[in-house]
């Protein structure tokens, strides 16, 4: 494994030949020396974060500091995969200076090297601002999920043909206004792929087939260490919840029946030592 750092270049030359870029979320340093060792290409602190390690019920309570603090650490963790930094719901909606300023925090503080917004052609002024700014920018249309209450629940979006067509036009603004990236969450397969074709950016799905540049999931799904059913487009490759749960209740019963410590887990004194106390 190549011990360079990924640039964004790396992921546009990836894209050109049509060798697939691969993202996962993370949220903490151990999880980021994972992920880095492994070879992922990208790591997003995505502000999933709220709701798979803060226990939020969705991801529209997620601040700024909450999102720095996990920024911080996940940079910590990475030596190679290119760091992406969600911004969270209403950090970057007000107006295109309040988001040049969060994104440069991310930047500043964080050590991200590039930043992800929701949002479609309405957001094209803010991307503007942002990449003026020097700031690699990843856009992210389809389900959105800090807009859950306006799109009515977590729904395939760009299913009928006014949906599709404002998806591909907010495609289009996206990448005019200067992203370099794109990732689309639960939108038909063969909209995707149109759209990845006729698209300079690099496409990222989740939920959006095999045909875009590349993919992301949320590492708590692919780990089954969310404690939950797994949306639709989440593979699990592990069960860690249970491995995990099953481990806990295995130390409880050996600390109960006194099988732990053994021996081995604490520390001797010398006999002569102990015979010289007095108590
Ligand atoms: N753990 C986790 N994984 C995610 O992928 C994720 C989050 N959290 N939080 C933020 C958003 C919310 N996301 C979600 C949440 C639920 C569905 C969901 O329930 N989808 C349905 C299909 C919906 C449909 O058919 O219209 C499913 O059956 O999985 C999808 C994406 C994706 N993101
Ligand atoms: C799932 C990805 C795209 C995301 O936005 C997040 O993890 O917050
Ligand atoms: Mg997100």
Do not use: W
């Amino acid at each position: 494994m190549s011990q360079k750092k990924v640039t964004i270049s790396d992921l546009y030359q990836k894209k050109a030949e049509g060798r697939k870029v691969t993202m996962l979320t993370g949220y903490d340093y151990p999880t980021a020396l994972v992920l880095d060792q492994a070879g992922v290409d990208s790591v997003l602190v995505g502000d999933s974060l709220g709701m798979v390690c803060l226990g939020y019920e969705s991801t529209v309570p997620v601040t700024m500091d909450e999102m720095i603090h996990h920024v911080k650490a996940v940079r910590r963790g990475l030596k190679r995969a290119l760091l992406i930094a969600d911004m969270p719901f209403l950090s970057y909606q007000i107006s295109p200076e309040q988001a040049v300023l969060n994104a440069g925090r991310f930047m500043k503080e964080g050590g991200a090297e590039m930043v992800k917004l929701e949002g479609g052609a309405e957001m094209a002024p803010t991307v503007e601002a942002i990449t003026r700014a020097g700031i690699p920018v990843c856009a992210h249309i389809g389900l959105t999920p800090q807009s859950v209450s306006k799109l009515g629940g977590y729904k395939v979006q760009g299913k009928d043909v006014a949906g599709a067509q404002k998806l591909i036009d907010d495609a289009k603004a996206l990448q005019g206004a200067g992203a370099d990236m794109i990732v689309f969450e639960c939108i038909p397969s063969p909209l995707a792929a149109a759209i990845t074709k006729a698209s300079s950016m690099i496409t990222i799905g989740i939920g959006g087939g095999a045909d875009c540049d590349g993919q992301v999931l949320v590492y708590h799904d692919i780990m089954g260490l969310s404690g939950r059913r797994v949306p639709k487009m989440a593979k699990q490759y592990l069960d860690l919840f249970g491995q995990l749960s099953q481990a806990v209740s295995q130390y409880c019963q050996e600390v109960a029946g006194q099988s732990f410590p053994a021996e081995e887990h604490g520390f001797p004194m010398d006999p002569a030592v102990v015979a010289q106390l007095k108590f």
